[in-house]
């Protein structure tokens, strides 16, 4: 769930300890061959009728998960002050509170620096040009909207540029964990100036 990422880099630690405290970090996914105990589950939700809701109804079988590869990068799907992009380093598959990212080609350095560069401010603008406001406030991005979102040409920067992005931001995520408010001002700095850049919409990225 979005509020258990409590930074904005998701590690495997934070898996365990999301474990550890027993919350819900795991679907069951069934093979091809049901043993009886699977077979019972089914049949019990088949007698709570799940296998008519609008979603699993789609599915052959109604049962089955979805399979594709863990995404580099979530995007959440709402948000009100701001859009929160998050690395997924743990490798695992999330569910439909985050939008999938897959980045073309970037190294894990560059893939690091685009999420750090996707939570600045002036990134941040530009995102909520793009959003849809609901009741109350609450803005709701389509995956159409984030894929026409400008960012600095990552594949463009230098190494050192690279790596001063990626230490600022694993600092800022070491720093929201204590305090949510915490504003990366030499990040937000940064960034502003690398707009000046050359820039693509995160498509192309």
Request: proline content about 7%; aromatic content about 8%; some cysteine.
């Amino acid at each position: 769930r979005a509020q258990d990422i409590r930074g904005q880099i998701f590690s495997k630690e934070d898996l365990i300890q999301l474990e550890n405290e027993d919350a819900r970090t795991r679907l069951v996914s069934f093979g091809p061959d049901l043993s009886p105990a699977e077979d019972a589950y089914i049949a019990e939700g088949v007698a709570n009728n799940l296998h008519e809701r609008y979603l699993l109804a789609a599915r052959r079988p109604w049962y089955s998960m979805e399979n594709r590869e863990p995404a580099p990068i979530w995007a959440a799907v709402f948000g009100r002050a701001s859009l929160r992009f998050v690395l997924n380093a743990a490798g695992v598959c999330n569910l439909t509170t985050f939008h999938c990212l897959y980045p073309n080609g970037l190294s894990s350095k560059q893939v690091k620096a685009l999420v750090a560069l996707l939570n600045t401010a002036p990134i941040q603008e530009r995102a909520m040009r793009h959003r849809r406001v609901y009741g109350g406030g609450l803005a709701k991005f389509e995956p159409k909207d984030l894929l026409q979102l400008e960012v600095p040409d990552i594949r463009c920067l230098p190494e050192a540029t690279l790596d001063e992005i990626v230490s600022l931001f694993v600092s800022w995520d070491r720093e929201l964990r204590k305090n949510p408010d915490f504003c990366p001002t030499e990040l937000n700095l940064l960034a502003a100036s690398l707009i000046e850049h050359p820039s693509v919409p995160l498509r192309g990225a």
